[in-house]
């Protein structure tokens, strides 16, 4: 008769007694790959979400979009957590609360007051700036060390973003630039801290994205009543964009984003989610009409070599998540 460890330690393709250290090994490789499929279905979701936003501010303000998705975000979450039995439960409400303002609150407005005012393919290649900065803070708060593979992945990365940056005029435009690496830094920031509290706390992923969106939704809905010359137009565009913004931009990308810091490690994940800005400037193009140059589809290609080097950085052993 097995034990119940033999029995949890089963072969899954063979039925019989595994040896525990390939189990593990095993484990770890499926969560590996899942953790690059997630990458795969958020680079969609929340590429084409960034032109959905683009296409919503013709009828909101930034500030009263960005306070409804947040709400109603958190309201889905909340929703999904309880159907699913989650313990609802807030956990520490400090960390929590300035991981939710930085990562989800000073994040999204930012990203959307940059929206508002530029292109949507441009902008979002200027927010994805942030794993640069998450590679460089977390030498610093994580003490993370960068191996041979992710420094070249960064290199090609970097040199990707340049190409598609280099058409770019840096004298105008400016607001709209400011705004888009404020919120890069922002959710570099808000990256870090949730890396260092799940070192400490164990929070199941839905609540916690939910308190987080709560905690974060607080100064934006406050800034939203006060400043004037907020509006909201209901037409069928927007509610349709509203709808995939709450729904699939909001509740699934999030959800997704922290499935995805649970298994890669900080720089791994940052570096991983830079298909999201392609996937943003092909819909851009395509539906927006935001042709890209030849520079920038040179800078496409790159990013995506950037994406497969940092795959193969994140196999060896030394680059294991925290």
Same mark, same amino acid.
């Given at each position: 008769?097995?034990?119940?460890?033999?029995?949890?330690?089963?072969?899954?393709?063979?039925?019989?007694?595994?040896?525990?250290?390939?189990?593990?090994?095993?484990?770890?490789?499926?969560?590996?790959?899942?953790?690059?499929?997630?990458?795969?279905?958020?680079?969609?979701?929340?590429?084409?979400?960034?032109?959905?936003?683009?296409?919503?501010?013709?009828?909101?303000?930034?500030?009263?979009?960005?306070?409804?998705?947040?709400?109603?975000?958190?309201?889905?979450?909340?929703?999904?957590?309880?159907?699913?039995?989650?313990?609802?439960?807030?956990?520490?409400?400090?960390?929590?609360?300035?991981?939710?303002?930085?990562?989800?609150?000073?994040?999204?407005?930012?990203?959307?007051?940059?929206?508002?005012?530029?292109?949507?393919?441009?902008?979002?290649?200027?927010?994805? /700036?942030?794993? +640069?900065?998450? #590679? &460089?803070?977390? !030498?610093?708060? %994580?003490?993370?060390? *960068?191996?041979?593979?992710?420094?070249?992945?960064?290199?090609?990365?970097?040199?990707?973003?340049?190409?598609?940056?280099?058409?770019?005029?840096?004298?105008?435009?400016?607001?709209?630039?400011?705004?888009?690496?404020?919120?890069?830094?922002?959710?570099?920031?808000?990256?870090?801290?949730?890396?260092?509290?799940?070192?400490?706390?164990?929070?199941?992923?839905?609540?916690?994205?939910?308190?987080?969106?709560?905690?974060?939704?607080?100064?934006?809905?406050?800034?939203?009543?006060?400043?004037?010359?907020?509006?909201?137009?209901? /037409?069928?565009? +927007?509610?349709? #964009? &509203?709808?995939? !913004?709450?729904? %699939?931009?909001?509740? *699934?990308?999030?959800?997704?984003?922290?499935?995805?810091?649970?298994?890669?490690?900080?720089?791994?994940?940052?570096?991983?989610?830079?298909?999201?800005?392609?996937?943003?400037?092909?819909?851009?193009?395509?539906?927006?009409?935001?042709?890209?140059?030849?520079?920038?589809?040179?800078?496409?290609?790159?990013?995506?070599?950037?994406?497969?080097?940092?795959?193969?950085?994140?196999?060896?052993?030394?680059?294991?998540?925290?």
């Amino acid at each position: 008769m097995p034990s119940v460890s033999e029995i949890d330690c089963r072969n899954p393709w063979t039925g019989g007694a595994c040896n525990r250290g390939n189990w593990a090994g095993f484990q770890k490789s499926v969560q590996k790959r899942s953790a690059y499929i997630a990458v795969g279905v958020l680079a969609l979701v929340w590429g084409y979400n960034w032109v959905v936003i683009k296409v919503a501010t013709a009828d909101a303000s930034p500030f009263a979009l960005v306070a409804l998705r947040m709400v109603l975000g958190a309201a889905a979450l909340f929703a999904i957590s309880a159907a699913m039995r989650r313990n609802l439960k807030s956990p520490p409400i400090v960390p929590t609360a300035v991981i939710g303002i930085f990562q989800v609150g000073l994040m999204t407005t930012f990203q959307t007051i940059a929206l508002a005012t530029g292109g949507a393919g441009k902008t979002t290649l200027l927010v994805y /700036t942030f794993p +640069f900065w998450i #590679a &460089l803070l977390s !030498i610093w708060l %994580l003490d993370d060390r *960068l191996s041979r593979i992710r420094v070249i992945a960064l290199i090609v990365a970097a040199a990707g973003l340049g190409f598609v940056l280099y058409p770019l005029d840096l004298g105008s435009g400016l607001t709209s630039k400011a705004f888009a690496l404020a919120s890069a830094l922002s959710w570099a920031f808000g990256s870090i801290f949730t890396k260092r509290f799940r070192a400490k706390h164990h929070v199941d992923l839905l609540p916690f994205t939910a308190w987080q969106m709560t905690y974060g939704a607080i100064p934006v809905v406050i800034v939203a009543l006060l400043v004037p010359g907020g509006y909201v137009h209901f /037409t069928p565009d +927007f509610l349709w #964009a &509203l709808g995939y !913004i709450v729904i %699939l931009g909001t509740a *699934l990308a999030f959800w997704l984003w922290f499935f995805i810091m649970e298994r890669l490690s900080a720089t791994g994940a940052g570096i991983s989610s830079l298909l999201t800005p392609v996937v943003s400037v092909l819909a851009a193009w395509i539906q927006l009409h935001e042709n890209p140059g030849a520079t920038e589809l040179i800078g496409m290609m790159l990013i995506v070599a950037a994406l497969v080097i940092n795959s193969i950085g994140e196999t060896q052993p030394l680059e294991a998540p925290d």
